[in-house]
């Protein structure tokens, strides 16, 4: 059995390797991408989404989705984490893919309503255009099999504020609108996604295996070593955004729980995400099989299956 998924990203390199991840895992079908600001300004986010696909030599689509959230002020990019223009130092020739015509929330209600119930969104970005797509299509929450958020800090600190995970900080409006939508949410929080980690010499099987991506991956995640080096003390990085959709492809490798979450709007803690005593309740994942996780990505990598 395929798992059919849409990545909405924002990349960044643990984006490009989640992206990466998707596409070399056999049962994992990769409908598209749609991108959004976050990591990287909206425009360089569908570009480096379309350098990827071309990377790759996959032939999906990718839609182009936010440039900024919709009610607060946009709070800058993390070119100091990712890189100048999102792969570390790498700069990969503009893309000569097209964009899809439809804009990336267009292009999730389509899809989603296309094949009722079988449709995965991970979403590894900033909510914004979740949040859109559930504005202009309401029906979309019915369709969707279901929603899997690279986000949130709920039993730990944040990593961007004491509070605050990058993605719900960056559109805390966003992340309460699709907590509380009539959609299966799992939140893949720092509460597992710190835990999960990969080093350089991790990497170096991919290179031999898959010269022309394992090349580019090994390169650009030596910037986002750097900083988590600098900032984190590990040797490596954590792997946020191959965690999501490894819940999406191998859920039995996490442990959720079921709450309510509510989202700081304003103040110190802005982007905090909380269990609140009552709402539409959410799968947290609070823990994983770390190891398990780490395997099922470095095995997809190292397999060979991208060039
Ligand atoms: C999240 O923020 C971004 O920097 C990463 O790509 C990931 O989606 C981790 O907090
Ligand atoms: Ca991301």
């Known amino acids: 059995m395929t798992l059919p998924i849409i990545i909405d990203t924002d990349p960044g390199v ?9 596409l070399a895992a056999p049962e ?12 990287v300004p909206g425009a360089l986010a569908a570009a480096n989404a379309l350098r990827l696909v071309e990377l ?9 989705g936010a440039d900024g959230p919709r009610v607060q002020a946009p709070v800058g990019d993390a070119t100091h984490v990712h890189g100048p223009a999102g792969f570390g130092t790498v700069s990969l020739p503009e893309p000569t893919r097209l964009a899809d015509p439809r804009s990336a929330p267009q292009f999730l209600a389509e899809n989603c309503a296309a094949r009722p119930g079988e449709v995965t969104i991970v979403a590894v970005g900033p909510l914004t255009n979740l949040a859109a797509a559930l504005d202009a299509t309401p029906g979309i929450a019915s369709t969707v099999r279901s929603v899997i958020v690279m986000g949130g800090a709920v039993r730990c600190g944040g990593n961007v504020t004491p509070y605050a995970e990058a993605n719900i900080w960056q559109d805390p409006h966003a992340a309460e609108r699709v907590f509380g939508a009539d959609w299966p949410v799992t939140l893949v929080g720092l509460d597992v996604t710190e835990r999960i980690t990969c080093t350089a010499a991790d990497l170096l ?5 898959s010269p022309r991506t394992g090349a580019f991956l090994a390169e650009a995640a030596e910037f986002y070593f750097d900083f988590h080096r600098r900032t984190a003390e590990i040797d490596g990085c954590h792997l946020h955004d191959p965690a999501a ?27 905090q995400t909380r269990e609140a005593p009552s709402g539409r309740p959410v799968e947290i994942c609070l823990d994983a099989d770390i190891e398990g996780v780490r395997a099922q990505f470095l095995c997809a990598l190292h397999a060979g299956w991208l060039p």
């Open 28 to 39: 994992v079908d990769l409908i598209g991408l749609t991108s959004v600001y976050g990591n």
């Open 205 to 209: 099987p991919m290179v031999s295996a």
């Open 56 to 64: 790759a030599g996959a032939d999906i689509p990718v839609a182009v």
């Open 245 to 271: 959709v490894i819940a999406a492809h191998a859920p039995e490798l996490f442990t959720t729980h079921a709450a309510p979450l509510a989202v700081t709007l304003d103040g110190e803690a802005v982007g």
């Open 14 to 22: 643990d984006d490009a390797m989640a992206i990466l991840y998707a």
